[in-house]
C-alpha cells in the first residue's frame, strides 16, 4: 500500500476536509473497505504567510522543502500540499523533494479540460489571483484566466484569512462571495469558476449558479491523490 504525505495546516479546516474526503473517496474504491495510509505534517500558517506577506520567495521554498523532507523521512510515497496559494513555488519544490509531488493546479486544469471549459474565473488568495502559477498553467491548454477585479481581490482575501481559515463561515460571506461570481459571469463571460483556496469549497460546496461551474479544487486534488494511493 501506497502513503501519501500531506503537507496541511494552512488552513487547519481545510486539512479536515482532505482528510475525510480522500478516506471517503478511497473506502468507495476498496470493496474490502481498507482505509489509506496517511501522514500529515500541519505547518504554521501565519509563518508562511508572513513570508507571502514579505515576498520571501526563497525562504517560503526552504521552508516547504524542510516540510517534505520530514514526510519523506516518515516513509510518504508521494506528497502533497493541501492548499493552492504555496503551488507558487511548486516547480522549485518538485525540483528538490525527494519523493514525488501531485499538484493541485495541474489536477484542476486537467479537470477544466474535461469539463471543456475554456475561459475560466480565478478565486483564492490575493497572491494566487496575482500569481502567475495558475495561469501558466491553464494557457498549456489553451484555458484563459480571468482574476476579480481589485475591490473583489480585497474582499475575497480579507475574508479568506480573517473568516474562512478559522473556520468562521457566515451567510452574508457567502452571498457576497456568491454575488462576485454572478458579477463575473455578467462582466468576463466565464463558464465556470476556480476554487483556488481550499477553504473556498467550505463555504460554496454545493452552491449550483446557471451556466457557471465550480471547480472544486480540495475534491479535484483529492481524486488525483486516490489515483495515485491505488495505482
Not at 504525505?5 to 474504491?29: F, K, N, V
Not at 495510509?37 to 507571502?52: A, G, H, Q, T
Not at 494557457?139 to 481589485?150: K, Y
Not at 462576485?180 to 460554496?204: C, F, H, Q, S, Y
Request: hydrophobic share 45%.
Amino acid at each position: 500500500m501506497k502513503t501519501v504525505g500531506i503537507i496541511g495546516g494552512i488552513g487547519p479546516e481545510s486539512t479536515i476536509d482532505y482528510y475525510r474526503a480522500i478516506i471517503a473517496a478511497y473506502c468507495e474504491q476498496r470493496p474490502d473497505r481498507s482505509n489509506p495510509s496517511i501522514i500529515i505534517n500541519s505547518i504554521d500558517l501565519d509563518k508562511l504567510r508572513e513570508m507571502f506577506e514579505g515576498n520571501q520567495h526563497q525562504a517560503i521554498v526552504d521552508y516547504l522543502s524542510a516540510e517534505l523532507q520530514r514526510l519523506a523521512a516518515a516513509k510518504a510515497d508521494f506528497a502533497v500540499i493541501s492548499a493552492n496559494t504555496p503551488h507558487l513555488v511548486f516547480d522549485e519544490l518538485r525540483k528538490q523533494s525527494p519523493i514525488p509531488l501531485i499538484s493541485i493546479v495541474e489536477a484542476a486544469c486537467d479537470a477544466a479540460k474535461a469539463a471543456r471549459l475554456t475561459k475560466l474565473g480565478l478565486l483564492g488568495t490575493r497572491f494566487t489571483m496575482q500569481g502567475r502559477f495558475y495561469p501558466d498553467v491553464f494557457s498549456r491548454e489553451s484555458i484563459h484566466l480571468v482574476a476579480p477585479n481589485a475591490d473583489e481581490q480585497e474582499y475575497i482575501h480579507e475574508k479568506y484569512f480573517e473568516e474562512l481559515v478559522k473556520g468562521v463561515f457566515l451567510p452574508e460571506t457567502r452571498e457576497r462571495l456568491l454575488a462576485i461570481i454572478d458579477r463575473m459571469k455578467e462582466r468576463d463571460d466565464i463558464g465556470g469558476v476556480i476554487l483556488a483556496g481550499t477553504e473556498l469549497p467550505l463555504i460554496l460546496r454545493g452552491t449550483a449558479i446557471p451556466g457557471v461551474s465550480l471547480l472544486d479544487t480540495t475534491q479535484i486534488h483529492v481524486q488525483a491523490i486516490v489515483k495515485e494511493l491505488l495505482a
